[in-house]
């Protein structure tokens, strides 16, 4: 059971917190199937573009390049999961960015024409954003070990 202490230190809910670390590792695994259909296309994995067919024609257009990018965006995915669920000031401040990007993007699609799904990612998106920048999220977060309690370990 949690003491006093701990629970006026974290007090975000367990659940919240745990579903967007889990989200990283489900962008994560998206970035890398993106990755891998379009540095090999024509393989069977190519079915779920089906959900996306305009997106995979244009990506294809640039498929190296697309490609090793969504293996950047899995890689930062990776680590900003790890920063979250250590509860590192970094892998708070990576989640702040990683969505401040998605909104971007949301804002350039309704500005497309795609309101359905660049609205409801707005929408989404500015919640989530409006969730991390709350400051029952953000102190949960330190900036790091400092020297003196490295090599200690607390039950986070």
Known sequence: MPSPESAQKRPSSK????????????????????????????????????????????????????????IILAAMAAVAGIGWFRRRMWGWQLAVFGMSAQIMGDCINVMRGDFLRGGSGLLIGIALLAYLLSNKVRENFSPGENYATAGQTDAR
């Open 15 to 70: 659940r919240a917190f745990i579903g967007v670390g889990v989200f990283f590792y489900f962008a994560m695994t998206m970035a890398l199937y993106a990755a891998i259909t379009l540095l090999h296309p024509g393989t069977a994995l190519d079915n779920l573009w089906s959900l996306n067919p305009d997106a995979h024609r244009q990506l294809l257009l640039f498929r190296k390049i697309a490609g090793f990018g969504f």
